[in-house]
């Protein structure tokens, strides 16, 4: 399958800021990747896009019209042209803490509905369950659409509810995320299971058997060192970076890194700050000391930039450069508001 080599965590159509000149590409470059681009789908792997249609109009989809540039929203239709997204992997999210309170699984199937009525709305978009229909829907003009659990805790422990989420649509599920989960740990929670226990390596089995990806960003080191022991398939990390540049819980260490060539997995770089720069959280409590310094002689609000960084060259130090992707999380969603800044 002829997929482009290039496959990011959410798409960067569109993406800007202050210092655009520095953003400019070289336009025989710019002219070149499209080319390759139409050839080769751009795959995206991660978009927040269904939780902001649920967390800004309660799954309303008759609030937006997509056809157009959407300022509010992480993505759209121009922006995803623009960006030239081959495929497009819908983020399916709720919290890790509706675990506590049973409601993983309902909250999940809400999200499903609203990706799922969101694709199947109009003619520029196309599910794809396959390779094969990736191929057949980018030759044809449109954007196809896959769906990622980003949760465990979402299948309730059921392997019935993870055998339901493949027959909608999910063709990855991250593990864990920001908590625990009953037969994995995460790596931003305090170590319950040391990794996978037995369910748990069950679980990324009956992936293998289905054909989803096995997605271990989120989740703890011994479980990503668990993952890829287990698994007879490759796995994707879909936002990740590396340890040893950014010592953050959720980059992967090398010894990891170190073992994704054999697998033949992917680690989906992305560049939010947290994630990139060792620097960033005293960069960060400066800005917000500056902020709140403006506040207080102005009165008034002021919107954080986003900070950007150059990318790094370990990656290629530790393992095959096709094992890797560059691309942003959700800079534009506002589901980071309702939850931890780093998830």
């Known amino acids: 399958m002829a997929v482009s080599a290039v496959l990011a965590n959410c798409a960067f159509a569109g993406i800007g800021g202050a210092n655009e000149d520095a953003l400019t590409p070289d336009p025989k470059l710019l002219e070149r990747a499209k080319a390759l681009l139409n050839k080769a789908p751009f795959i995206d792997t991660h978009n927040d896009l269904p939780s902001m249609f649920m967390e800004?109009?309660?799954?309303?989809l008759t609030s937006f019209d997509m056809s157009k540039v959407q300022p509010t929203l992480c993505a759209d239709i121009p922006r995803l042209r623009e960006g030239c997204v081959g495929a497009q992997y819908w983020s399916v999210f709720v919290e890790s803490g509706t675990q506590k309170t049973h409601t993983s699984l309902h909250e999940a199937l809400r999200e499903f509905d609203v990706a799922l009525r969101f694709i199947h709305s109009g003619t520029e978009?196309?599910?794809?369950?396959?390779?094969?229909?990736?191929?057949?829907?980018?030759?044809?003009?449109?954007?196809?659409?896959?769906?990622?659990?980003?949760?465990?805790?979402?299948?309730?422990?059921?392997?019935?509810?993870?055998?339901?989420?493949h027959e909608l649509g999910a063709r990855y599920m991250t593990l864990t995320h920001w908590g625990n989960v009953d037969w994995a740990d995460a790596a931003t929670d305090e170590p319950e299971r040391q990794g996978l226990t037995e369910f748990g390596k069950r679980v990324v089995k009956e992936m293998n058997r289905l054909g989803m990806f096995a997605d271990i960003s989120h989740v703890s080191a011994d479980t990503m060192r668990d993952t890829l022991g287990v698994t007879r398939a490759p796995v994707?990390?879909?936002?990740?970076?590396?340890?040893?540049?950014?010592?953050?819980?959720?980059?992967?260490?090398?010894?990891?890194?170190?073992?994704?060539p054999k697998n033949g997995g992917v680690v989906h770089v992305n560049f939010i700050g947290a994630f990139v720069s060792p620097k960033n959280a005293e960069f960060e409590q400066k800005q917000k000391t500056a902020v709140r310094n403006l506040?207080?002689?102005?009165?008034?609000?002021?919107?954080?930039?986003?900070?950007?960084?150059?990318?790094?060259?370990?990656w290629k130090e530790n393992?095959?450069?096709?094992?890797?992707?560059?691309?942003?999380?959700s800079l534009l969603g506002k589901r980071h508001e309702h939850r931890n800044p780093d998830a």
């Open 56 to 60: 800004t109009k309660a799954g309303d």
């Open 125 to 165: 978009l196309e599910q794809a369950r396959t390779a094969d229909d990736i191929e057949r829907i980018h030759q044809a003009g449109r954007i196809a659409c896959l769906l990622g659990v980003e949760g465990g805790h979402m299948i309730e422990s059921s392997p019935a509810a993870l055998r339901t989420f």
């Open 236 to 260: 994707i990390f879909s936002h990740s970076n590396a340890f040893a540049i950014d010592p953050h819980p959720r980059n992967v260490p090398d010894d990891v890194l170190r073992m994704m």
């Open 295 to 314: 506040k207080s002689v102005l009165g008034t609000t002021s919107r954080r930039p986003a900070s950007r960084h150059r990318p790094q060259r370990r």
């Open 319 to 329: 393992s095959q450069v096709h094992n890797h992707a560059l691309g942003p999380d």
